[in-house]
Nanobody
Framework: QVQLVDSGGRLVQAGESLRLSCVAS????????MAWFRQAPGKEREFVAA???????YYSSSVQGRFTMSRDNAQNMVALQMNNLKPEDTAVYSC??????????????????WGQGTQVTVSS
């Protein structure tokens, strides 16, 4: 079973960039679909980005064009590059691993291993 540790969150100003990392251990991520979700205070967790076994990434409409997800199977990690951050991006960001099919790639229940979360706070 793969275990995930995500990191990189901190307080930034609006318009700045931040890079989150998610390092896996216990198993290779090469057989997993990987995703990032986020949860803002008082809101439900929402999909941010995902990559299945290939390199094509899928994004929510709210981050499309600003965020880039990448995966490095050799380093057993995924990353989320976040540019032009906005106050509404403030949330706890968690990486996740699972075996989603294309139709479920944005669904939380398609993933069964989660990182502990890292706090991103964007001030205006």
């Amino acid at each position: 079973q793969v275990q995930l540790v995500d990191s990189g969150g901190r307080l930034v100003q609006a318009g700045e960039s931040l890079r989150l990392s998610c390092v896996a251990s216990g198993a290779s991520i090469s057989g997993y679909g990987m995703a990032w979700f986020r949860q803002a205070p008082g809101k439900e967790r929402e999909f941010v980005a995902a990559i299945r076994n290939g390199q094509n990434a899928y994004y929510s409409s709210s981050v499309q064009g600003r965020f880039t997800m990448s995966r490095d199977n050799a380093q057993n990690m995924v990353a989320l590059q976040m540019n032009n951050l906005k106050p509404e991006d403030t949330a706890v960001y968690s990486c996740a691993a699972g075996r989603p099919i294309l139709s479920t790639i944005r669904r939380e229940d398609a993933y069964y291993t989660w990182g502990q979360g890292t706090q991103v706070t964007v001030s205006s």
